[in-house]
């Protein structure tokens, strides 16, 4: 999703704001561009990527030691120039650069135009920088001032940064919902919407608490204020620790997709260390241990490949510790009138801790009740991770395919954790063999990922299939869902995911030997109920690749193809059956020619509901 980055120093500016725009690159965008302030206001943008940006630094004069850049996916008008970022008052003024939406932007253009305002752009950007122009000559205020009444007044949520003529070298930054970080270092100041696009300049930052804005400038303590304009004391954090993460290149891999796929027997090796080294108690709980043990129901929240790690919790949870979950989208959860109770704790996942959907749910919670909000969060700092009362972090490492891959790998280990620490509090014992089985899972999923090849072939057998389905029931029916919307994503091919049971119901109406159907079935247990499903796809010309444990032959002989995992505890299969479904989307991917890392129109961070 849209990219803010900023610098005020006294090294030039443009090079810094292409770099950290790069940076950025992975969360998704359409078009890029920057300002830099030299007595006027500089502008270079271009529709397309940074690659072009940068190739067209040159033609244009952008020297300066201030700046404000930003990577735009498009949702008011085309990404074309015109409409990418920053945006110019119409007195040339003032640039601005903004995330996340405007709701009320209409009425402010009409009133705008009214006003003799014309607009270049179909933008909300545009509207705003110009709105701020307006109240600027209106009251005479400075710029910075007018902010309580710019959060105040402007519905809708987003982070936008500032640059002003008239005051060289400062940047105002405000926040209503979207994300927004100063860095820090030394007499030099940043502005940035992640982290990442920090790490390697600054050691220390300021996450802006929302509804705040900061005034920054060379030299000076940033001066940070809240919503009503009283100048605060704001917390600064170290980002060091960071740093070791930060190595956001592909090493050997032709992808970061497939390196992140690769990464996951390491993830897992990590999670089972901790896991037994801590007694499979999860100490970030501990200050939650009296919740825990009255818990009588758990409601999981998230979005995407967040909500399907969910519904995979809710089967860990639900058959390890007996509590019954429930598992909401996130964004149906925000909007409906939940039914919360006194013992009842939330659970929000998100790899980026920045879901809109899921940060308003979890504000929702606590204007209904004062319940425990477990985050579950791949990255330090964000917002889920400083709002929620505990978070436990996946620790995965940078997410930069926007397919979110070895994240969901994490996020349903951690939900296994959770459950064994729930069963722990109530004094259940796990299940026999799973506990040496969980011991062997890392060395496992490295050895699923040696059946690479194999998947490589199923997916040039299938790889101009126009509509896939992937089945599972169970255990495995969050995975079929997880593979279905890999396939989507990556590939492109709409591929749908269902439950096997569920296929009399309406879609077996799909099926023709050109709809294939991917049936996971990897419980062991569940073998007769799935080589049925096998057979109701195959008598009515379906071709079907079963996913399979190495010892289920006769399942994999019923199939036209089949996946293969190694065998393991059946409560653990579906870590493994993720792996092989991962990579068929990567190789539809790439088969079919498409930008696996930044699959088009999808953001790696949704922001905007
Ligand atoms: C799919 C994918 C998305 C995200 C979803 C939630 O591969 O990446 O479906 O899972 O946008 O994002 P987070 O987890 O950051 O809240």
Redesign the pocket.
């Known amino acids: 999703m849209c990219g803010i980055f900023g610098y005020t120093g006294s090294a030039e500016a443009a090079d810094l704001l292409i770099e950290g725009l790069s940076k950025l690159e992975y969360r998704g965008y359409d078009s890029a561009g920057i300002s830099v302030l030299n007595g006027d206001i500089h502008t270079l943008k271009s529709a397309g990527n940074i690659a072009k940006l940068r190739e067209r630094r040159s033609s244009v004069d952008v020297s300066g030691t201030s700046g404000i850049a930003h990577t735009r996916w498009a949702t008011h008008g085309e990404p074309n120039e015109t409409n990418s970022h920053p945006h110019h008052s119409n007195s040339n003024r003032y640039s601005l650069v903004h995330n996340g939406i405007i709701e009320n932007y209409l009425e402010m253009k009409k009133d705008l135009i009214d006003k003799g305002f014309d607009f270049k752009s179909d933008t909300d950007t545009e509207v705003l920088v110009n709105y701020i122009e307006h109240l600027a000559n209106e009251t005479g205020k400075q710029p910075a001032d007018l902010m309580p009444e710019i959060l105040r007044d402007v519905k809708g949520s987003f982070a936008i940064a500032l640059m002003d003529t008239k005051n060289p070298g400062v940047l105002i930054a405000a926040r209503k919902g979207s994300p927004l970080i100063i860095g820090l270092d030394g007499n030099e100041q940043y502005l940035s919407s992640d982290p990442l696009a920090l790490a390697q300049h600054c050691d220390s930052a300021i996450y802006l608490e929302n509804r705040h804005y900061a005034v920054i400038a060379p030299g000076k303590k940033p001066a940070v204020y809240n919503e009503r304009g009283l100048e605060i004391v704001a917390e600064v954090a170290v980002i060091d620790q960071m740093k070791d993460q930060i190595t956001v290149d592909k090493g050997d891999f032709s992808h970061y997709t497939l390196k992140e796929i690769y990464e996951q027997p390491d993830i897992a090796r990590q999670h089972v260390a901790e896991s037994f080294q801590n007694h499979h108690i999860l100490p970030e709980l501990t200050h939650l241990k009296k919740e825990l043990v009255a818990a009588k129901r758990l409601v999981v929240i ?5 909500l399907h790690a969910g519904w995979m919790g809710r089967n860990y949870i639900e058959r390890l510790a007996g509590i019954p979950v429930v598992v909401e989208q996130a964004s149906e959860f925000r909007y409906g009138e939940p039914l919360l109770f006194e013992n009842d704790i939330v659970i929000a ?7 809109a959907d ?1 940060m308003e749910g979890v504000r929702l919670v606590s204007s209904i009740r004062d319940l425990p909000v477990i985050g579950l969060c791949n990255v330090k700092g964000s917002t889920l991770y400083r709002e929620a009362s505990a978070c436990l972090m996946l620790n995965a490492g940078p997410e930069i395919g ?3 891959t070895k ?1 969901f790998m994490s996020q349903v280990l951690m939900f296994f954790r959770l459950a064994m620490h729930l069963a722990d509090l109530k004094g259940y014992n796990a299940h026999e063999g799973l506990l040496d089985d969980f011991k062997k899972l890392p060395n496992l999923i490295e050895k699923t990922l040696k059946f690479n090849e194999a998947t490589h072939e199923i997916a040039e057998k299938y790889k101009d299939s126009e509509n896939m389905l992937f089945l599972g029931r169970g255990i495995q029916f969050p995975i079929a869902m997880e593979g279905a ?2 396939v989507k ?1 990556l590939s492109y091919i709409h591929a749908e995911g269902y439950s096997s049971a569920e296929m009399k119901h309406g879609p077996l109406a799909l099926i023709d030997e050109k709809f294939p159907t991917v049936v996971v079935a990897t419980d062991s247990e569940q073998e007769g109920k799935n080589i049925n499903t096998v057979k109701e796809i195959s008598s009515r010309k379906g071709k079907v690749i079963a996913l399979v444990q190495e010892s289920s032959t006769r399942l994999a002989n019923e199939a036209d193809d089949y996946l293969m995992v190694p065998d393991i505890h059946d409560m653990l299969a579906p870590f493994l059956a993720t792996i092989p479904l991962q990579l068929l989307s990567f190789h539809f991917a790439v088969l079919r020619g498409h930008n696996v890392d930044q699959p088009r129109n999808l953001a790696k ?2 922001t905007v509901e």
């Open positions: 998230g979005c995407g490949t967040s996942v998100s790899q980026s801790g920045e879901t899921t926007v397919a979110s994240a919307l890999k994503e961070s949704v």
